[in-house]
Structure formats: C-alpha cells, structure tokens
C-alpha cells in the first residue's frame, strides 16, 4: 500500500495532521450551528414535511408539556442542520484526506465519499417513504383497538429521528464494505464466506432498528440491509480488481 502515498505525506508529523483535522472539523461545527438556526426558524415548514407520510392514518397529534414542542422544533432543527452539513462534511474529508495519497488514489477517494452521499441520500428516502409509513401505521392499527390514538409531538419527532437517520447511515454498508477492500483490511472472498455470520448481524441490527416488534417490519430493513450486504461485495470485488491493477 505504499504506492498510495506521496512521499511529501510523511513530513506532516501528528500534531500537524490533529491541527488539520480540528480545523476542518471546526469549520464543520460552525456550518451546522448555522443551519441549524436557519432550520429553526422553518420549524412548522419542517414538521409539515415529517407528517407528510402518515397524513393518510388515523390519529392525531398532541403535545402535553409546556416545553414539548419548542424541544420537538429543536430537535426537527439539528436533524435538518446535520443533513444540510453532511455534503459539507464530506467535502471536508475530502480536502482532509487528499493530500495524504498519491494522485492516483485520489480520485478513488473522491468516488468512494460520492458514493456514500447518494446512499445516504438514498437511505433517508428508504425510511422517510417506506419505513415511516409502515412502521407508524402498523403501531397505530395495532394500538387503536384497545384506545383512541393521540401521539404526542415530542413521541413522534424521536420516532421520525431514529427511523431517518438509521436508513440513512445502514445504507453506508456497500461504503464501509468497499472502502475496506481498497484499503487492503478485508477481501470479497472473507465477505463471501462469512454472509451467515453476516445475515445473524443484519437480523439483531434490524430488530434493534425496528420499533415494532412483528417480523414483517423487522424484514422491511433486513432485507435491504442483505442486499446492501452483496452490494458491498460486489464493490469490494471492483475495489480489489483496481487495487491488482494499480
């Protein structure tokens, strides 16, 4: 792997590269502080938009705390701040990491943080209209036989939360798992020989994913979450093939 670094990467010794990475990350801390404000003024906008899926069930909203619904609106606004940063984010790893490689590798880096952009893009419209609706709607049939619906606002902003953000990141799998092979730390052929392993893993994070506690919910993120798992192999075997050829 030394072919993947440029000889003048070995003179920044590590407080220089902790000094870089601080800096970076500062300038990531104060973009998402300012979204988060902008995102807050918009908090009604915003909240409209996380109903958007389950307007067509039955229920209504509450809240039942005089603090609720500005702690629901705050939170609305850091999850909006954190999506509107995340390109930023990205683009920060990447001026972080360029210099550390060889042109050569460069563009891979480039392709590897583009990819995990459109995956977590594509994770978020994953949980936003197929989880959410799902999940909420069997909670809310299930609980409607025995009382009268009646979530409460702070309830269902945690739900909307943890459902988004976890689309979002369990869609990173092909990433991390073609990242890896690049880098030489794992092979296809380990991947290959360990899916039952794997499918184990994938069941206990999609049952700890999933807020219901029936099979078909929790099979509504395992499945994906197989399929990102071939994904991955596949984009490890391409990643090793590049590697070879290099």
């Known amino acids: 792997m030394s072919e993947l670094y440029p000889p003048e ?21 104060i973009v998402f502080a300012v979204f988060t404000v902008v995102a807050f003024f918009y908090g009604s906008q915003i909240f409209e938009w996380t109903k958007k899926p389950i307007q067509a069930l039955p229920g209504q909203m509450i809240f039942i705390s005089p603090s609720e619904a500005f702690t629901a609106y705050f939170q609305l606004s850091l999850v909006a701040g954190f999506f509107l940063t995340f390109p930023f984010l990205l683009y920060q790893s990447w001026k972080f990491l360029v210099p550390a ?25 994953f949980a936003y209209w197929i989880a959410l609706p799902f999940a909420f709607g069997f909670l809310i049939s299930f609980g409607s ?5 009646q979530i409460t ?15 979002a990141f369990v869609f990173q799998i092909p990433v991390v798992l073609g990242l890896f092979s690049e880098l030489g ?16 893993v994938i069941l206990v994070i999609a ?12 099979l509504l993120f395992a ?11 596949l984009l490890a075997a391409y990643a090793q093939r590049k590697g070879s050829a290099r």
């Open 9 to 29: 990467a070995k003179h920044l010794n590590v407080l220089e590269h902790l000094e870089e990475l601080r800096r970076r990350l500062f300038f990531v801390l």
């Open 101 to 125: 490689f060889a042109p050569s590798f460069r563009r891979r880096i480039f392709f590897w943080l583009l990819l995990s952009f459109l995956l977590f893009m594509g994770g978020t419209v």
């Open 145 to 149: 036989q025995m009382a009268l619906p």
């Open 153 to 167: 606002l702070g309830n269902y902003v945690s739900f909307f939360t943890f459902l988004i953000l976890s689309g």
């Open 185 to 200: 730390f794992i092979s296809p052929a380990v991947l290959k020989s360990k899916r039952p392993y794997a499918l184990i």
């Open 207 to 218: 049952a700890i994913i999933t807020p219901t506690q029936d099979i078909f919910n929790m």
């Open 223 to 233: 499945v994906p979450m197989m399929l990102l798992y071939e994904c991955g192999i």
